[in-house]
């Protein structure tokens, strides 16, 4: 075993089929791809012989090429298409000396590059999207479930008003549904050939350069441009930036759930197994290791977005440095967010919730976090103003008597006036105050179906 290409973390920080759409192979075969297709487009328009494809495409497997080999070459020659493309005219002349003569025409080295990586976008988005809608029927099933759980709604990281934790679920689930609609929404503009030759003109093809380049994009089924965007690198960015988005979205997710892990907390929990979150001295420990993983990669992925957006002002027809700080910025980006999401799939489809610690915790205050339900409803009696001071003042003794604030107000005078014992029970119970969250579940739900 050659340990040195083995990544210690990659296994806890990026899922195995994303770095496989990003490994050597996938990297070469993307190129390659776009050789054989290419080869087949100009026989179709009558620019080379159609004799000259089938060698061509037979040497188009990564498997023939050795990735060691090309690294080396890369030094010297300053990308990845120039060695790989005298490599594959190498293994075409073996098999038919003619057909070596049409490898790469018309082309230059960043054709290959950036429609290989485009093809390689595809099947980076089609991981996304299966894993974004597996995620959303998870958190749709765990928003369903938990729907009239109520718990601590926190501000500031303090208790504010009564949620359930099935809205704060929902709003995960929101996000996600919009991130799987601007997947949907970005193919359009991502997913297109590159193709322009030496200086994006495709003067080497003469008259023939527009219909071989209409069907090169047939071929690749990729959408034709409106022209070469060599040094116009916003599809690339505007992706990156959703890239970033989605791991923010899922970061937002992972520290949730961490701090409602928390031992002083204690709510909500990823799922228990053998072995995981355990600590090396401490064997009471539980912690989150996959949320680690989503706020982990919300903190990287700022930087990677970065690096696009400063690498943008390209020069003129061909960047120097620019695009060559792309290569792997972009597909580490792809990587760390499928990542984020094996963590983000394995704890809500394993989510575990203690109902009676939310209880618990929502009784921690003693009544105050249902301060702001009876001072609205004394509001509608005595005026906004004179209401809360009124309940300020009561929230002020129940404190500094450590008593429950349902005692206090029930022996306010003022308060006594206005509200009777009913009026009171019900206003310091938290499952009669969670406004519109029943209704937040629903529509994220029915807009995750709608997907």
Not at 390 to 410: N, P, T
Not at 428 to 443: I, K, M, N, T
Request: aromatic content about 4%; hydrophobic content about 45%.
């Amino acid at each position: 075993m050659n340990r040195g290409t083995h990544q210690l973390f990659d296994a806890y920080f990026t899922s195995g089929k994303m770095r496989q759409v990003f490994s050597d192979d996938g990297r070469l075969q993307g190129m390659l791809d776009f050789e054989a297709a290419l080869a087949r487009a100009e026989a179709r328009c009558g620019v080379i012989p159609p004799s000259a494809v089938a060698p061509i495409e037979a040497a188009c497997n990564a498997e023939f090429y050795d990735p060691v080999a090309l690294a080396q070459a890369i030094v010297t020659a300053g990308n990845s298409a120039i060695p790989l493309a005298k490599a594959l005219g190498k293994r075409v002349v073996e098999q038919d000396a003619e057909a070596e003569k049409y490898v790469h025409l018309g082309a230059t080295s960043q054709d290959a590059m950036d429609t290989g990586l485009v093809l390689q976008l595809r099947q980076a988005i089609a991981l996304l999207e299966g894993d974004l809608a597996s995620l959303g029927d998870s958190l749709a099933l765990q928003a369903e479930r938990h729907v009239d759980t109520p718990m601590a709604g926190r501000t500031w990281l303090q208790h504010a008003t009564p949620v359930t934790l099935g809205m704060k679920i929902a709003g995960w689930l929101g996000a996600i549904n919009r991130h799987r609609q601007r997947l949907q929404e970005i193919k359009s503009r991502l997913l297109c050939l590159q193709f322009g030759g030496a200086s994006g003109s495709l003067a080497a093809l003469g008259e023939q350069a527009w219909p071989v380049s209409q069907a090169l994009a047939e071929e690749l089924k990729l959408s034709l441009p409106d022209q070469p965007w060599h040094t116009q690198r916003d599809r690339l960015v505007e992706f990156a930036g959703l890239l970033g988005m989605i791991a923010g979205s899922l970061g937002k997710l992972g520290r949730d759930l961490s701090l409602l892990m928390q031992t002083d907390v204690g709510e909500v929990f990823e799922p228990s197994a053998p072995g995981k979150g355990g600590s090396s001295t401490m064997p009471h420990k539980r912690n989150p290791v996959g949320s680690a993983v989503m706020i982990s990669a919300a903190v990287r992925a700022p930087g990677l977005v970065a690096t696009l957006l400063s690498a943008m002002p390209h020069e003129h027809e061909r960047s120097l440095g620019l695009w060559h700080a792309e290569w792997e910025t972009l597909p580490e980006l792809c990587c760390l967010v499928s990542g984020s999401l094996q963590q983000a799939l394995l704890a809500i489809a394993g989510l575990e919730v203690d109902a009676e610690r939310m209880a618990s915790n929502l009784e921690q205050t003693r009544g105050l976090v249902l301060a702001e339900a009876v001072s609205i409803a004394l509001a509608q009696r005595i005026g906004r103003e004179s209401a809360h001071h009124l309940v300020e003042g009561c929230c002020k003794r129940a404190v500094a008597d450590g008593r429950h604030l349902r005692g206090v107000l029930g022996e306010t005078a003022e308060v006594r006036q206005q509200l009777n014992d009913a009026e009171l029970d019900r206003l310091l119970d938290p499952s009669f105050y969670l406004g519109q969250a029943r209704r937040w579940v629903e529509r994220a739900v029915a807009e995750h179906r709608s997907l």
